[in-house]
Each structure stands twice: as C-alpha cells, then as structure tokens.
C-alpha cells in the first residue's frame, strides 16, 4: 500500500519518467533496427566478414553497461550527459541479438524456397525483399524482442547521466536507501518489460501464422518512430536555450542542493530542467563544460584538488578565491558560497571509538592492521582522497579497501561490513547510526565550502541565475542542511518537499 500512496502522490512525475523511459527503448531499439538487420543481411551473405561484425557486436555487448556509459561521455558529437548518450549507449546492446537472429533467420530458410525464387527469374533484391526477408521475419522479430526487453531493463542507467527515465526513483531510492522509491521505478520498468515482451510475442506468432503481414508492421513501425520523434520534442529532448538547467551530484545532500537552486530560480521566474543524480564531480563538470547543464553545487576544496588537481590553502577564503579563479579560466562563475562547510569525516563505529578511546585519524594506528576500510568509488580515486589520506597519516589497513556506493556506505560500516569510511560531515546517518567522526588532527582536508557553479554565458543569458543564488548565498548553515539531510534519509520525505520548505521559510530568517 505505501508504494501505491507513492504512485499516487507522484502521478505526474510518474507518467513523465515512464514516457521517458518508453522514448529511450523505443528509439534505441528503432536504431538498432535501421543498423543491425542490414548488418545481419550482410554477415549472411558474406559469412567470412560477417564473422568480424558479429565479433565486434559481441565484444560491445560484454562491456558493463556504466562503463560503456563511461566511455561514451567525452566522445564528441555523441557523449556528454542527456539522452543522447543514453541513446548510443542502449542501441549498442541492441544490436547483437537484432544481427544474429537475421542470420540465423536468412541462413535457416529452405533452399528449394530460395531455388524456386531464382527459378521464376527473380533479381537478388527481389529475392531478399519478397522471398528471404519475408520467411526469416519470425526470427527477426524474436531479435527485437529480445533486445527490447534488454533495453528496458538496461535504460534504467540512463538517470545516471540525466537522460531521465524510471531509474530516477531507482538511484533516488539507493541514496536515500528507501526500498519504496526503488521499488516506483524498479516495478514499473519490470511490468514494461513483460508489456513488450508479451506484444513482440504476439506479434511473432502472428507473423507465423500468416496473421500479420510485413506491410502492416512497416506502418505501424512508421507510425510509431513519429510518435516518438513528436513525443521526444514534446518531452524536452531538444535543449531550448532560454531553459536553465541544473544538475546535482547522485548522493541526498546534492539532489536536495539540486532542488534548492532549481526552485529558487524558478520563483525568479525562470523555466528550469533539472538533471539530478548524475555521478560524481566529474560527470557534473564534464556537463557544466559542455553546456549539458548550467549551474550545480561544488565543494571549494573538490574543485581546487580533484577538478583542477591543484594544492588547495587551508583556510576557507583562500581556498574559495583560488577556486573563482580557476573556474574563471574556462568560462564558468562561482557565486557566493551558500554558506555551510561539508568537509570528509573519518567514521568509525561509536562503540569502537569509546572502548578504543579513538578521537583522531592518527589514533586508527592502533587497529588499522585488524581493520578493513571502506571508501565511495571517487574517494579511491581523488587528490584529496584515500591515496592522500594515506601518506599525510602513513595508514597501513588490513586488505586493500573496499569500494561501494556512497548511499550504503554508512550503513556497512554500522552493520560490521567495514571498520572505517570517509563520509560527509553534514551526513544525518552519522547520529542516528551511532557514528563517530575522528579529528583530522593534521588537517589533511582541505575546506570543502558549498558553491555554485554556472556557465557564465547562462548567467549572462539569464538574470533569474543571479538573483536566486544571491538569495541563497550564505542562507544554509551546517545545521540547516544535516536538518534537510535527515528529513529526506531519516524521515523518508521527498527533496523536493524539503526544498520548498526550506524556500518558503527564508523570508523569516
């Protein structure tokens, strides 16, 4: 019943998330179509090339499909964050079992058939499209609704580079480890796909029959790629310029800030997109690079070290002005700091800390050769993070750490999966799990200040920008967003609610 109540409460976000997600497969698998059936044409006549395209369609269906999303994000023309990455990405998946069932269907069909055909005079071309095509279309068809029902299921990545679609509420449920929001997306995409399978399924037996003819499917077929391409200009997948849009990093805190300045700019009475939960640092700067999106929340020291890998000051102005500066270089503006500091804190178990008598990082010297350590995927990875940590305090764990999301990384370490992780000093889960956060007593972290970001062509463009991230400039103290953080992580309420709270009660401040 309380996913139903979610359903409901959520229907017209719903309907636009679940049209996104049909826009998504059905445009990636009509691409697959339009290349991989004449691919399959080709490996069946000509089984000796035909063998390296398979091949090629084979090794891209074994790559991860984050990873492949990975790869394609800095490409030119067809990266960059939005559908249309999502769209390469999907329509490569389909591909394989689109070419191989052409050739299994052209390379199984009876050659008396095909003898007949040559028999009464027919051209090669008459004899693909009249005679070959027509009897290889069951196994075509099969192809299709293989690679439909792998498209559906594999298009809930999209959100993770703001292409839309039901794995919204999928990586809006893993950050706030809310098993309802992962549930709205991960059931409706289950039911689409059973919706498809049973349609194409249909389909395929009707073909069989003799009930359905190759004319009727290329109407409905083109009948269908103009619904979509209508619908995905209606849906918003063309970029208009006088539309602002603001992106957030994939964890609680950044899709609340995501909110915060996307509400705010609209009450300045600007139209806003939002492009929440992308990634990590460095998928929303790609994004901001790319005109992909226009304005998201930073930290001051991410920015100066893992951006710009550059040494960032200690003390918080220095800091804020070196990453203005940088910034500055490449075309993009820091506003005003929004007035909160989320530096890394060192976690260990509260009960560990007492019985150990932990206080600092140096004091992790006395277990860290029994202790397992576990860090988020960027953590691992960052200037500022786990390769630094280790030299500035000459940590030597047990095992190499673990890498795991940041939306269950709290919970690891409270449930005895992992002894120690760096989280978010603002993070509301470090009360109620009964967390300990250790003193950087030789003040490894930089300041990590809250700052927006813009492209400054769109604060040019757009003076709504300006005037609602001066609003919020300095407006959110420490305790008003581990307050906002625990509304949405602890008290499982929607960011966007928790934003217009915190909105509309800045007038009283």
Not at 154 to 170: K, N, R
Not at 330 to 355: C, H, Y
Not at 361 to 384: C, K, N, P, S, V
Request: with cysteine; proline share 4%.
């Amino acid at each position: 019943m309380t996913l139903v109540r979610f359903w409901m409460s959520h229907a017209s976000e719903l309907q636009g998330l679940l049209l996104q997600h049909l826009m998504l497969v059905l445009v990636s698998t009509a691409a697959a179509m339009a290349i991989g059936i004449p691919a399959g044409i080709f490996a069946a006549r000509r089984p000796r090339l035909g063998r390296f395209v398979l091949v090629a369609a084979s090794a891209a269906q074994t790559v991860p499909s984050l990873a492949l999303l990975g790869f394609l994000l800095p490409l030119p023309f067809i990266g960059g964050v939005g559908p249309r990455t999502a769209l390469v990405a999907l329509s490569i998946y389909a591909l394989l079992p689109i070419m191989r069932t052409t050739v299994t269907g052209l390379r199984t069909l009876d050659p008396s058939v095909v003898e007949a055909g040559v028999a009464m005079g027919m051209t090669p071309r008459q004899l693909l499209w009249l005679v070959q095509l027509p009897l290889a279309l069951p196994s075509i068809i099969t192809g299709i609704r293989v690679a439909t029902v792998i498209g559906v299921g594999t298009a809930t990545i999209a959100a993770a580079i703001g292409a839309g679609g039901l794995g919204e509420y999928i990586f809006r449920g893993l950050a706030m480890v809310d098993t309802t929001t992962i549930l709205a997306g991960a059931v409706p995409a289950a039911l689409l796909a059973l919706t498809a399978d049973g349609l194409l399924a249909w389909a395929e037996r009707g073909v069989r029959t003799g009930q359905v003819r190759i004319g009727m499917l290329v109407t409905v077929g083109g009948a269908a790629a103009a619904i979509v391409i209508l619908a995905a200009g209606a849906g918003g997948y063309v970029r208009s310029t006088s539309v602002v849009v603001v992106g957030s990093k994939n964890f609680t805190e950044q899709v609340i800030l995501g909110e915060l300045l996307a509400q705010a700019i609209e009450a300045e009475g600007a139209t806003v997109s939002r492009k929440l939960n992308l990634g990590g640092t460095f998928v929303c700067d790609r994004a901001l690079r790319t005109g992909d999106i226009d304005v998201y929340v930073e930290y001051s020291g991410t920015a100066v070290t893992a951006v710009f890998h550059e040494a960032v000051p200690r003390e918080s102005g220095r800091a804020l002005e070196q990453a203005r500066a940088l910034y500055a270089a490449q075309g993009l503006s820091v506003v005003q700091p929004l007035g909160f500091n989320n530096t890394f804190a060192i976690l260990v178990r509260r009960r560990d800390a007492q019985a150990l008598a932990l206080q600092t990082i140096d004091d992790l010297h006395r277990t860290m050769t029994r202790w397992t350590a576990g860090f988020g995927y960027e953590f691992l990875q960052r200037d500022d993070g786990y390769p630094g940590l280790v030299r500035a305090y000459d940590l030597r764990f047990a095992s190499e750490p673990r890498g795991m999301d940041l939306s269950l990384i709290y919970r690891a370490l409270a449930e005895g999966q992992v002894d120690v992780i760096a989280g978010d000093a603002t993070n509301a889960l470090i009360d109620s799990l009964e967390l300990q956060l250790l003193a950087d007593n030789r003040q490894y972290f930089p300041p990590y200040d809250a700052i927006p970001v813009v492209r400054t062509a769109a604060l040019l463009r757009e003076p709504a920008i300006g005037r609602a991230l001066a609003r919020l400039a300095g407006r959110i103290s420490d305790h008003d967003m581990r307050a906002m953080n625990a509304a949405v992580d602890l008290e499982r309420r929607d960011p966007k609610s928790v934003a217009a709270e915190f909105i509309s009660g800045l007038g009283a401040k």
